[in-house]
């Protein structure tokens, strides 16, 4: 695998060393259930129940929910062919395009997206903790954000449920086994008891699946809608589809990834958002208003005992989500800024730090924040990186590469000074297209400051950046004479 004299080098870590095939154990079933695991989680929950919001019935949301998951799967199987084949983490991938330095780049922009989703989940942590308060001194204030920043007590359970999960990366990895199981039992249980309770609250089915969608009479607004939102559900899983090779790299073969990934990925999410598409709909028939918040909802219900368990639950199952999801891949992207001095440990906490930075409480204050500002709007930024590298894996080095020059400071990967600049620049034309799109759509400038076609190219800034930036790549990349592994 790799030669011993590589394990001197500063591009070196066991963190970031490829897995031996001995080592590798993940089978078939272990991908199914990592995606079911992954999926059964409050913001894909939010997910579907912001589309209810924004407008479309019940399987206008499970559908196009459904197309978005089908569409990152390809990526999501391609990317991680590599981790299989070479049994290498992401970062150690990007090198082969972005070069051994320039890999930073790909690997810090999506480590601060991971930032933001750790902040997310710990945001909804917090707020199950807060509400188990409200039950019990119900003259608390609804905990809902009107300014900039939320209340002094739900910002601060906000604070202890991020240093609860601050701890577990002290503890390790390994300490987050027994809360895995524990999700990986109730959620789906939980998940089907709400379900049970929004059919017999709302008098059957028929009453939910009958409320029509705003876009009956107006198919222009729901192209309009419909084409940000599935990009937004791409957007959803962009950042794994760049960092599957961290999990595809324990694979026994490819057929193992491949096929988990099929039948775990696209299945659980549709089903995942199907009940949150019915219990969403259901509260508007129940209490006159939609309530696109799981936690928020659970607030609502009369017996204390209930409420308190359902809110630890919630607690306790996204502190599981957060480790597995939103600590793992950031950590191996911080340590690969210096790979000698950045272990696991210190990724982590610098992961929790940023985490609060971002103001999670913002980014799903309200579904079209949750949508259209975070979701497409970093989908911008990963849809050109996960274009340039599957044209260069696939187009370029022709699936083939010299593992050991991907530790070397002097190797093939080093290109100029490290950086492969074509690729760079290939990122930066990807991410242009969309840059008017995001600003008009936080409101920094007007709208009618630009062409109506340019500020159109947002709704699919996932697909734009993607296509621009491997299009562009390959034409840069065809002047230069590819070595290959030999």
């Keep these: 695998m790799i030669d011993e004299d590589i394990k001197q080098s500063k591009l070196y870590s066991k963190d970031l060393a490829p897995i031996a095939l001995k080592d590798r154990t993940w089978g078939t079933f272990n991908f199914a259930a990592l995606w079911i695991s992954m999926s059964m989680c409050i913001p894909t929950y939010m997910l579907a129940s912001s589309l209810i919001e924004g407008g479309m019935n019940w399987w206008q949301s499970v559908l196009t929910i459904f197309l978005g998951n089908l569409v990152v799967l390809i990526p999501m199987i391609l990317n991680g062919h590599a981790g299989t084949k070479y049994g290498i983490s992401f970062p150690v991938f990007a090198r082969a ?77 390994e300490s987050i086994r027994k809360l895995l199981v524990f ?81 775990g990925l696209p299945t659980s999410m549709a089903l995942f958002s199907f009940i949150g598409v019915v219990v969403t709909s259901a509260t508007f028939i129940i209490y006159g208003k939609t309530i696109w918040d799981p936690v928020i909802l659970a607030g609502k219900f009369e017996n ?34 210096n790979p000698k001095k950045i272990n696991f440990r210190t990724g982590g906490y610098i992961t929790g730090i940023i985490g609060i ?29 996960g274009g340039i590298l599957i044209a260069d894996y696939y187009f370029v080095k022709k ?65 734009v950046g993607f296509f621009v930036s491997a299009i562009v790549y390959l034409i840069l990349m065809k002047s230069k004479k590819t070595e290959l592994i030999k």
Excluded at 206 to 211: A, F
């Design 357 to 385: 930075l971002i103001c999670p409480w913002k980014l799903i204050a309200d579904p079209s924040g949750y949508i259209f500002t975070w979701l497409v709007g970093y989908s911008s930024l990963l849809g050109p990186i």
């Design 97 to 173: 395009s972005f070069g051994t330095f320039g890999a930073n780049i790909p690997a810090i922009l999506r480590a601060i997206v991971a930032c933001g989703w750790f902040g997310i989940q710990t945001w909804i942590g917090g707020a199950s903790l807060y509400q188990i308060l409200k039950i019990w001194f119900p003259s608390l204030p609804d905990g809902t954000v009107k300014g900039f920043f939320p209340d002094l007590l739900p910002f601060l359970c906000f604070i202890f449920f991020l240093l609860i999960n601050m701890y577990v990366v002290y503890l390790g990895v």
């Design 399 to 463: 699936q083939r590469l010299i593992l050991n020059d991907l530790y070397k400071n002097k190797g093939i990967y080093s290109y100029t000074n490290g950086i492969n600049r074509k690729a760079v620049l290939a990122l930066i034309i990807g991410i242009l297209p969309n840059i008017a799109g995001f600003l008009i759509t936080i409101k920094v400038i007007p709208e009618n400051s630009i062409p109506e076609w340019i500020n159109h190219l947002y709704s699919y800034a996932w697909f």
């Design 183 to 263: 999700k990986a039992i109730f959620l789906p249980a939980a998940a089907i008891a709400l379900l049970c309770w929004a059919i017999f609250a709302a008098h059957g089915l028929g009453p939910i699946l009958s409320q029509p969608s705003k876009f009956d009479d107006d198919s222009a607004g729901f192209w309009k809608f419909f084409f940000p939102a599935l990009t937004g559900m791409v957007g959803y899983w962009a950042t794994l589809s760049l960092n599957i090779p961290d999990f595809t790299r324990y694979a026994k073969n490819q057929k193992a990834q491949i096929t988990g990934q099929i039948l």
């Design 304 to 337: 204390k005992f209930i409420v308190a368990f359902a809110m630890l639950a919630v607690a306790l199952s996204t502190l599981a989500t957060n480790i597995a999801a939103n600590i793992v891949s950031p950590a191996n992207d911080f340590a690969h800024l």
